[in-house]
């Protein structure tokens, strides 16, 4: 039995669908920005999700882990998990504040800031890298975020 020309496959509408999906090649995006940060931070022991928890928690103004959730765009037990070795390995600090028992603040210790002052200076030089190179694409990636947040969303429920 020959397939017909003039219907498309399974294979060939999926294949069509992953091409055209903005979220999968801005993870593909992502995935390759962070090989390349991982290559510029890695003599320092730091992966760029390690460096970029720690400059989250370095540059709060707040350190609520609820507030660096929040700026992270997580929830805090997803954050919570997410530091844990981070914790593990000395770089970072979780208590209870005894003032309030529900509140937990994260700090970085000196090993941790003294990993993150060491992995600054190559980071940089590989996100500047990064950034000219996307500049044709976008110069402000948190801008660009936003759109996607308010980008007008289709009716799920129409027929």
Do not use: H
Not at 16 to 40: G, H, Q
Not at 49 to 61: E, M, P, T, V, W
Not at 78 to 94: H, K, N
Not at 141 to 146: C, K, S
């Amino acid at each position: 039995m020959v397939k017909s020309a003039s219907r498309p496959s399974l294979r060939t509408d999926a294949g069509r669908a992953l091409a055209a999906d903005p979220a999968w090649s801005l993870r593909a995006l992502a995935r390759a920005a962070s090989r390349r940060l991982d290559a510029a931070t890695g003599e320092t022991g730091l992966g760029s999700a390690q460096f970029a928890l720690l400059c989250l928690i370095a540059s709060a103004r707040d350190d609520r882990l609820a507030d660096l959730a929040a700026r992270a765009g997580v929830d805090p037990s997803t954050l919570s998990r997410t530091l844990a070795p981070l914790e593990r390995d000395g770089w970072i600090e979780i208590a209870v504040v005894e003032a309030d028992r529900r509140r937990r603040a994260v700090w970085l210790t000196e090993t941790g800031a003294t990993r993150l002052a060491a992995a600054l200076p190559a980071y940089r030089r590989e996100a500047e890298a990064l950034s000219a190179a996307l500049s044709a694409v976008a110069t402000d990636w948190r801008t660009l975020a936003g759109a996607v947040e308010r980008a007008p969303r289709l009716d799920t429920n129409a027929n």
